[in-house]
C-alpha cells in the first residue's frame, strides 16, 4: 500500500468546520466559507465525505468504500488516499 507522509491506516481524519455542502444531481458540492471557494467533490468524493462526517480511521473508510464500491483493495486505498490528502492539503479535513 501507498502511504503519504501524512497518513497511515491508522491515521484518524474528519471533517474541518466552516463548510457548506449540498447534493446536486447525486454529487456533493461545497462552499468553504473559510476560503471562499466551491468545490465539486462528486458522487465517491461525496461518500468518502460523508464517512468522515464524524472521524474515522483511514482504514475504516477504506473498508466501507470497498463494501460499497466493485473496486479492488490496492486501487481504493491509493484514491482514496489521494482524495483525503486533497481536502487535507485545502484544509478541508484534519488528520487528528
Not at 502511504?3 to 484518524?12: A, G, Y
Given at each position: ?13 474528519s471533517q474541518r468546520p466552516g463548510n457548506i ?68 492539503n485545502e484544509e478541508l479535513a484534519a488528520i487528528?
Open positions: 500500500m501507498i502511504m503519504s507522509q501524512n497518513i497511515s491506516l491508522n491515521s484518524v481524519i455542502v449540498s447534493d446536486m444531481d447525486g454529487e456533493k458540492v461545497m462552499l468553504s466559507i473559510n476560503k471562499g471557494k466551491y468545490y465539486n467533490l462528486g458522487e465517491i468524493g461525496g461518500r468518502i465525505w460523508e464517512l468522515i462526517e464524524q472521524p474515522a480511521a483511514f482504514e475504516n473508510v477504506v473498508n466501507a468504500m470497498l463494501e460499497e464500491y466493485d473496486v479492488e483493495r490496492g486501487q481504493c486505498e491509493e484514491q482514496v488516499l489521494h482524495f483525503l490528502e486533497l481536502l487535507v487528528e
